[in-house]
C-alpha cells in the first residue's frame, strides 16, 4: 500500500500537522513519518491560518503526493459540506469551504470534522476504543464535548450538532450556564467552572485558583474542593448515564485536563453513570489512550476512510 | 413484486396479526389484506401465545406463503440473536428463540424487535417520519420509552438497550422511580405517575383518577392537575432536548395515550424541549401518525427490508 495521509489538528492556538505512510496503518502501533507543531499568531485570522496549514503540509510531503488529507478543526463543522462554521477563538472562518481549498491545493480527497468527533475517531481507531463497534468520546476540559462513532462510523446527527452532552441539563435546579439554563454538565464538571465555583466560595483565598488547582486541592482534603469535584463527576456520570440509557453504546471514553483529576473524580464518575444506568444496561468507562494527539489520528481515520 | 409479508404485534394482553402483499409497499398509503386481533387468555402462558400466532398467520396466509415475517414484541428482545428475553405480562417467554421458532413454522425468514423499536419503524416508513433520515419515536403512556431510526436504519444499541429516554434522569431531586433512581422522565410524565400523584395531593377526591383524567381535569382548570401535567410535559421536554443536544436527529415522533392530553401538554412539550436544546440544535417534534398500529406497521417494515 503505497502513499501517504496529511493529517492536521487545528486547535485555535496551535496547529499541528503530520504525514503517515498508507502502509503503517496495518501497524498495531503506527507511529508519524513527521510531525510539526506550531503556535497561531496572537492577531491571526482565518487567512494566515490558511497559509500556515498549506506551508506545513507541503513542508511535510517534501514534494511526495497526499493520497488523502484529513482535518480536525476546534470548531463548528459542516462535514457533510466540508465547510467550517466559525471558530470561537479565530475571526474569519465564518463559512469557509476549508475542503475544498485544501483538496485544491493538495490535489487530493480531502475530510474535515470537528475536534470531538475525529478525537472519538482517533480513540476508536487508534486509542483506548480499538476493537469496539460504537463508543462516546467526551472530552472534560475548559468545556465539555463528545462525539460518536456507532457502527465503526461517525454519527454527526442531522445538523453536524450530535454529541453536545455538555449542555445535558442534569440538575435543573443548578448554576447558570453561559448557555443559558440551569445545570448543564458543562457547569458543573468544566474545569473552569469548578474553579469559578471555588473561587466565589472562597473569596479570602490567596489567589484565583484553576480547575487543575481545584483538583489539587481536593486530594489534599480541602473540603470546598472536595465537594466542587464530587459535584461535577457527579453531573458527568449522571450525563453518562442518561447516555447510556438512550444510546446504549459499547463503551465511553473520557479524555481532556479534568480526567486527570484522581481516584476521586473516576470513582464518582463511575458509581454515579453506574447508578443512572438502568441494571441491563451495560455501562464501560475507560480514560482515553491518545489524549492531546487523539484529533490528529481521528483526522488519519477520517482521510483514510474518507467517511462522508 | 409477488409474495405477502406476514406481521405480528404481540403486546402482552392482546396479539395483531396482519397480511400485507409486497406489491402495496410502492403505495402511499397501503392497506392489509386481512387483519385479526385477538386478546390473550387472562392465565395463559407463551405456549399459548405461540399457537395463537402460527394459528392466526396460518389463517391470514390461507394456504398463500409468506415472503418474509416481522414481528414486533411487547418486552426486551435481542433482536440480533432474535430470541425474546422475557415478557412482563405472560410467563414462559424467557429466552424464548422466536425467530427460529416462526421460520421453522412458516418456512420463511423472521424477524423479531422490541415495540418501541418496530413503532419507531413503522412511523418512519409509514407514518409521520415518512421521508426523514432519523428520528426518535417515544411514546408516552403507562411508561415512557423510544426507538431510534438512524440514517434509516434502526439504531438498538450494543445489548438491544437503546431508547430507555423514560430512565433519564432529569430531576435529581425529583420523586422516586420503580426504577430506584429519582426524577426519571417516566416517574414525571407516564399517565399512571401523574394519577399517583394527583391522587395522593387531592386524598379527598370522590374516587382514584387515571393519567387521562388528570388530563381531562386540567383542561377543566383543576390547578393540581395543571402542575402535575405541566410538570410531566416539563421532563418529557428536557428528556427531547436532552436527546437533541446528544444526538441531533431530524425528527422526534410521539405516540401514546399521554400525548393526547391536549395543547397545553404539547405547548410545555414544546417549550421545554426548545430551550433545553443548543440554540444551533433543530427539534422538531411531532404526533405519531399510526398510533396503535406502529409497531404492527413497523413489523412489516422489519420484515420487508430484513434488517439485522
Known amino acids: 500500500m503505497d502513499g501517504w495521509i496529511l493529517a492536521f489538528d487545528f486547535g485555535g492556538t496551535k496547529l499541528s500537522a503530520a504525514l503517515l505512510p498508507l502502509a503503517a496503518l496495518s501497524e498495531s502501533q503506527p507511529t508519524w513519518t513527521a510531525q510539526r507543531r506550531v503556535f497561531s499568531p496572537a492577531n491571526g485570522d482565518a487567512r494566515d491560518d490558511l497559509q500556515t496549514m498549506i506551508r506545513l503540509g507541503h513542508e511535510l510531503l517534501a514534494g511526495r503526493k497526499a493520497t488523502a488529507v484529513g482535518v480536525s478543526f476546534g470548531g463548528p463543522v459542516d462535514a457533510a459540506a466540508g465547510m467550517v462554521r466559525l471558530s470561537h477563538h479565530v475571526p474569519g472562518w465564518e463559512n469557509a469551504p476549508l475542503q475544498a481549498l485544501l483538496a485544491a491545493e493538495f490535489a487530493a480527497p480531502v475530510r474535515i470534522d470537528n475536534d470531538a468527533n475525529t478525537a472519538a475517531l482517533g480513540e476508536w481507531r487508534f486509542g483506548a476504543g480499538r476493537g469496539v463497534a460504537d463508543l462516546l468520546y467526551i472530552t472534560v476540559s475548559t468545556g465539555v464535548g463528545g462525539g460518536w462513532v456507532l457502527n465503526g462510523r461517525p454519527w454527526r446527527g442531522h445538523q ?149
Open 160 to 308: 453536524s450538532m450530535a454529541g453536545e452532552i455538555g449542555h445535558m441539563v442534569v440538575d435543573p435546579g443548578g448554576p447558570l450556564c453561559l448557555c443559558g439554563k440551569r445545570g448543564c454538565v458543562e457547569r458543573l464538571a468544566s474545569g473552569p467552572y469548578m474553579a469559578q465555583d471555588y473561587n466565589a466560595q472562597r473569596p479570602n483565598a490567596d489567589a484565583p485558583i484553576t480547575g487543575e488547582l481545584v483538583a489539587r486541592l481536593a486530594a489534599q482534603g480541602d473540603e470546598t474542593a472536595v465537594r466542587i469535584l464530587r459535584r461535577g463527576a457527579w453531573a458527568l456520570g449522571v450525563g453518562i448515564g442518561n447516555a447510556a440509557n438512550l444510546m446504549n453504546p459499547q463503551l465511553f471514553v473520557l479524555g481532556g485536563g479534568v480526567t486527570k483529576s484522581g481516584e476521586l473524580w473516576w470513582d464518582v464518575v463511575r458509581q454515579t453513570a453506574r447508578a443512572t444506568a438502568l441494571p441491563e444496561v451495560a455501562v464501560t468507562i475507560v480514560p482515553a489512550a491518545l489524549q492531546d494527539d487523539a484529533p490528529l489520528w481521528g483526522a488519519v481515520a477520517l482521510a483514510y476512510r474518507i467517511y462522508d
